[in-house]
């Protein structure tokens, strides 16, 4: 099976902007959780969607959102960048269904702020 | 929140040395995972704990899950240099949500 795509893999954007990030998850998966990871934060969780659903929301202001289309894919949504912003956005999925399974990740998107 | 630490941050060991990280979370977890982070990589699944008490070994690797079900360490017999990385544990501690660890990032010298 092919891994989790994400894509654009490095993006430059300046304070203001919004930026969308895109996520296939891996075939058959159809929980999409979001990451982000920072040298001072660590990885914080965004949030997860499952069947099209957000079912999980971590600790991120409302200019972060994110969506997931019937096929699984999701995109994230962050608006008005602000410099703080800049970090590597992981996106990873899952088989789980009830339960909790291992994430598989996506190799990132570095998103730079400036 | 839901918070887990560990510790080291950091570890320098020399090839051959053992290495081991420990997990600590603020709430008793109903499972734990791990994973590693080569540099420039993105994190990889090691395995998951359910048990309280559990012991898995995976070659040179071995994680144990505390009694109490709140803490976790994984310990490495014999680092080599393909053992360089950073190492996650993750917690769920209910609602389906993972909460990771600030991680500990392990240099091996020849």
């Known amino acids: 099976k092919a891994g989790v795509t994400q894509t654009p893999r490095y993006l430059i954007k300046t304070r203001g902007q919004q930026v969308t990030l895109s996520c296939s998850p891996i075939s058959g998966h159809r929980s999409v959780s979001w990451y982000q990871q920072t040298p001072g934060q660590g990885l914080q969780f965004l949030f997860e969607y499952f069947s099209e659903t957000q079912r999980n929301k971590g600790n991120f202001p409302g200019r972060f959102s994110g969506r997931q289309f019937s096929n699984s894919r999701s995109e994230m949504n962050v608006s008005t960048l602000e410099l703080g912003d800049s970090a590597l956005y992981l996106c990873?999925?899952?088989?789980?269904?009830?339960?909790?399974?291992?994430?598989?990740f996506g190799p990132g998107t570095r998103l730079t702020v400036t | 929140g839901q918070q887990v630490m560990q510790i080291p941050q950091y570890q320098h060991v020399q090839e051959g040395e053992d290495f081991t990280t420990y997990c600590n979370s603020s709430t008793t977890l109903s499972n734990i995972q791990w994973y590693k982070q080569r540099p420039g990589g993105h994190p990889v699944f090691l395995i998951q704990l359910v048990k309280s008490g559990e012991v898995k070994k995976q070659k040179r690797l071995t994680f144990q899950f505390g009694e109490a079900k709140k803490n976790s360490s994984l310990h490495i017999t014999a680092t080599q240099t393909t053992d360089v990385g950073t190492y996650f544990c993750a917690g769920e501690g209910g609602g389906n949500k993972l909460t990771f660890g600030t991680g500990t990032q392990l240099k091996v010298e020849l």
């Open positions: 990873a999925s899952s088989s789980v269904g009830t339960g909790l399974y291992e994430q598989y």
